[in-house]
Nanobody, 131 residues
Framework: DVQLQASGGGLVQAGGSLRLSCAAS???????????IGWFRQAPGKEREVVSC????????YYADSVKGRFTISSEKAKNMVYLQMDSLKPEDTAVHYC?????????????????????WGKGTLVTVSS
């Protein structure tokens, strides 16, 4: 049974940083597995937005234009963890952030594949950025 749990959200001032963690159980991130782990967010009244994605294909990563240069996705395979380091946060980053996983690495190729290719979804963590 695959479970994903995002954590690390909170209240931060604009310009600050947060690191989100995604703990995966029942889903292996080792060197022999093929996978894609994505971060998403949804603000009140808005549609779900792809934020970032990392795959088992040499750690290939994807970032939405809105977060490029500010956010960094990484994985710690030994702990089955994926992180999203968020720097230079802006009020428009305020949203529930959550992670999802797919069994195929190609899912990280583009926004549409990330958005519709995930197999497992976790609960989110709220990030609030004050101005």
């Amino acid at each position: 049974d695959v479970q994903l749990q995002a954590s690390g959200g909170g209240l931060v001032q604009a310009g600050g940083s947060l690191r989100l963690s995604c703990a995966a159980s029942g889903f292996t991130l080792d060197d022999y597995a093929e996978y894609a782990i994505g971060w998403f967010r949804q603000a009140p009244g808005k549609e779900r937005e792809v934020v970032s994605c990392i795959s088992s294909s040499d750690g290939t990563s994807y970032y939405a234009d809105s977060v490029k240069g500010r956010f960094t996705i990484s994985s710690e395979k030994a702990k089955n963890m994926v992180y999203l380091q968020m720097d230079s946060l802006k009020p428009e980053d305020t949203a529930v952030h959550y992670c999802a996983a797919a069994n195929e690495a190609w899912v990280c190729l583009a926004t549409v594949t990330i958005n519709y290719g995930m197999d497992y979804w976790g609960k989110g963590t709220l990030v609030t950025v004050s101005s």
